[in-house]
């Protein structure tokens, strides 16, 4: 258990627009910030938050909470795993250990799993300390490769005999099944299984918790006829579209740097973070696919990419665009390497300083679009520069009209020797409608909010459209707006509390419960701790209502809210009896409407005693 002083100091010491900054580009609009939201599909930001009350909420979805309620729902992880999550990045030490609560593991994954761990330890000792693994220890540390980064990222050597793996896997007592699903082997018409990967040094895969899912393979041979790189194939742990090497590791670093940066190839990475670039990751072996975009984009709210500088990488960069730079929650700059060099001979040939400075050197995707516009093509000659004007000019079209669009017509203007005033009327009459930048969204309550989900038991897994608006009547809504009194003025919950008022609705009495205990140990209480001892499935309505805006309360309006609120069960008496008495008109009933006549202006007269007004 984590003290509650240590979840307090770590709820305090962290602003939530800091941490959940990470994850959503946020912008000031009106009293909160506001920016798309990461728990659904949408295109209009409908996510808040409330850096007064330290909350968040979106008007689309629903979802709701403080800090610790953003990570447990964008983590998928437990209240003291959230805690822990918000502690490192407040550098607060718990001075505990905090037990993962996780789902249960298919044990297939889990044999498989601890498998290739085997694996990996016992290729990295054959590197590292036997005969066995000189050459390839030699040809790692011949291109620069530190002993550091060789056992930082658990390479290894897998050895020319091909039952090596088998055999060692047999004397750990792994069975047959377990060993032929692993991607491992091969198997021939007998069923033998034999060693994938031999001669190779073995370069580790593992998903973002760090658990080795497959590797990829050099050969070491240069003379060999097999395929200089080999893959693990796909496997129930396995599919390279949605892996990203080094992720496990560079995640951790992205909020410091400032960026994730996206390399071409895991030996990119490897001499990245060697060179004092610790966030590198890399597709594997395949052009970036849409799953890894999404990953990345639950990681960061920035991405670089740094391919290399040939016209074949600079061409992979342009496609790496096309999936990333309109993407709601990337924003992506790129870095173009000089002299068509790849980012390992670019820190060979000028060192590691000049390397990190070189990526934090970036150009926007339009910048880099009139770049590779230009790539091929002499400005000398009239065909090319007029075929490099009309690629770049559409693409400057694209553009808000301003500073920014002077700024790329500038460099048009370096580029090709032609006026900027002969370009700017040149430009196409037809581009593209801009979408309104989403500092222009009014947040609610300023003008009236988006649609509101159902508070009630909604769940929220995929894609979420805009529920209606809620509608309450006249007794709910009086039990809701006592509630907020509540929260914000201790004489009305002291008043409610001592005079043993009772909600109707049994959400809000459990939500009045949690805060009457809550407010008593703490002073003062802060709404954004109070969440933290709310029902679980209740903290989106506690979110919601706190966003409400009533008038100031007096003495008056508190009687009437309660007089209200107390008439909800002689209003639903009142109610049935009038429908019998209808019904028995109807039937003709004569003695059946004349005594629920009576009893309906019994009902009546004890209904509208007291001064509420109606």
């Not at 992506?332 to 060099?341: Q, R, S």
């Not at 809000?508 to 809550?518: G, P």
Request: net charge negative; hydrophobic share 40%.
């Amino acid at each position: 258990m984590i003290p509650e002083t240590k979840i307090d100091e770590v709820r305090n010491s962290v602003r939530i627009a800091d941490y959940v900054g990470q994850y959503v580009q946020l912008h000031n609009a009106g009293q909160n910030l506001f920016g798309i939201c990461p728990f659904h599909d949408e295109n209009t930001p409908s996510f808040s938050v409330n850096e007064s009350k330290q909350i968040f909420k979106c008007f689309s979805c629903g979802r709701g909470g403080n800090v610790f309620s953003f990570v447990q729902q964008y983590d998928k992880v437990s209240f003291p795993e959230a805690v822990e999550k918000v502690a490192e990045f407040a550098h607060i030490d718990l001075g505990i250990t905090v037990q993962a609560n996780r789902a249960p593991v298919d044990p297939e994954v889990a044999a498989q799993i601890a498998l290739l761990k085997k694996i990996t330890d016992m290729c990295h000792h054959i590197l590292v300390n036997t005969q066995a693994g000189e050459k390839a220890l030699a040809y790692l540390t011949d291109r620069g490769l530190t002993r550091e980064t060789i056992d930082h990222f658990d390479i290894g050597y897998a050895p020319k005999d091909r039952t090596l793996m088998r055999t060692f896997l047999d004397q750990q007592q792994v069975d047959y099944a377990t060993q032929r699903a692993s991607g491992l082997f091969v198997e021939d018409d007998q069923a033998t299984l034999y060693d994938r990967f031999n001669d190779r040094v073995m370069f580790p895969l593992k998903d973002a918790s760090g658990n080795v899912i497959g590797f990829s393979g050099r050969v070491l041979d240069k003379a060999s006829h097999q395929a200089k790189y080999l893959n693990s194939p796909e496997t129930k742990l396995f599919n390279k579209r949605d892996v990203l090497f080094n992720l496990d590791a560079a995640k951790t670093e992205f909020k410091q740097f400032g960026a994730a940066v996206l390399f071409e190839g895991f030996m990119d990475v490897i001499a990245a973070y060697q060179a004092g670039v610790p966030v590198g990751i890399a597709s594997m072996g395949t052009s970036l696919t849409q799953d890894q975009v999404n990953i990345i984009a639950k990681q960061t709210r920035q991405l670089t990419i740094c391919y290399d500088g040939d016209e074949p990488g600079q061409n992979a960069t342009a496609r790496a665009l096309t999936l990333v730079q309109n993407h709601k929650r990337l924003q992506t700059n790129v870095v173009v390497l000089p002299d068509g060099m790849d980012p390992d001979e670019y820190i060979k040939a000028r060192g590691a300083d000049a390397f990190k400075q070189q990526v934090q050197t970036v150009l926007t995707p339009t910048a880099f679009a009139l770049h590779h516009d230009a790539l091929g093509l002499d400005m000398a000659n009239d065909a090319d520069k007029l075929q490099y004007l009309d690629a770049a000019l559409k693409t400057v079209a694209l553009v808000p009209a301003g500073a920014e669009q002077a700024v790329y017509l500038q460099q048009i203007s370096q580029t090709t020797g032609v006026a900027v005033n002969d370009l700017k009327v040149s430009l196409p009459q037809t581009a593209p409608q801009q979408v309104a930048p989403q500092s222009d969204y009014a947040p609610w309550p300023d003008v009236a909010p988006p649609p509101m989900p159902d508070e009630y038991g909604q769940t929220f897994a995929g894609p979420v459209s805009p529920a209606p608006q809620q509608h309450f009547d006249k007794f709910e809504q009086a039990e809701r707006q006592l509630l907020a009194y509540a929260w914000i003025e201790p004489a009305v919950a002291a008043r409610l509390h001592q005079s043993n008022f009772q909600f109707g609705h049994a959400q809000y009495q459990s939500l009045f419960d949690a805060w009457v205990s809550y407010a008593a140990a703490t002073n003062p209480p802060q709404f954004a701790g109070y969440l933290d001892h709310v029902p679980a499935d209740l903290v989106a309505l506690a979110t919601n209502l706190s966003e409400q805006t009533y008038p100031e309360p007096d003495d008056d309006v508190i009687e009437e809210l309660i007089a209200l609120a107390g008439k909800e069960d002689a209003y639903a008496q009142l109610q049935q009896v009038k429908a019998a008495l209808h019904q028995a008109q109807v039937l003709g009933d004569k003695a059946g409407a004349t005594q629920l006549g009576m009893q309906y202006i019994q009902l009546l007269r004890a209904y509208k005693t007291g001064s509420v007004a109606e």
